[in-house]
């Protein structure tokens, strides 16, 4: 159910990020509601399955600069992963699309940190009490 949870929240912090940065967005999906929405259920399990599985092996290796920059390398590495999860998902019929990195994946990357903690902030910590 944990899992689940995740994914429909990174999935929810992916469609905030293509609705607010017109360089993201997802294609392959058809026009109806429906397959949009699964579209972005997908995108959010490959990025998610990005984020627990390859983010913390970068994170590892470049502590070093992101103890230097004072944590704000910490976005480009999740600007990174974004682009990851854009090449990861090519390969399949629902692309998920970020056209350039310093303008859409930067900002996009700081779209997905904020909406996930909200809602991490106001869905998880309630069920947690």
Do not use: Q
């Not at 579209?39 to 490959?46: E, H, P, R, S, Y």
């Not at 990005?50 to 976005?75: D, H």
């Amino acid at each position: 159910m944990r899992i689940l949870l995740a994914i429909l929240l990174n999935a929810l912090a992916l469609a905030a990020a293509a609705f607010l940065i017109p360089g993201i967005y997802v294609d392959g999906a058809e026009t109806g509601t429906g397959s949009t929405i699964l579209a972005f259920l997908f995108v959010g399990a490959v990025f998610g399955l990005v984020n627990v599985v390859i983010k913390p092996i970068i994170a590892l290796l470049s502590l070093p600069i992101t103890c230097l920059t004072l944590g704000l390398f910490a976005v480009v590495i999740n600007a990174g992963m974004l682009m990851l999860t854009a090449w990861l998902t090519s390969w399949v019929p629902v692309h998920f699309v970020v056209e350039d990195f310093f303008f859409s994946a930067v900002l996009g990357s700081i779209v997905v940190s904020l909406v996930s903690a909200l809602l991490n902030r106001f869905i998880l910590r309630p069920l947690e009490n």
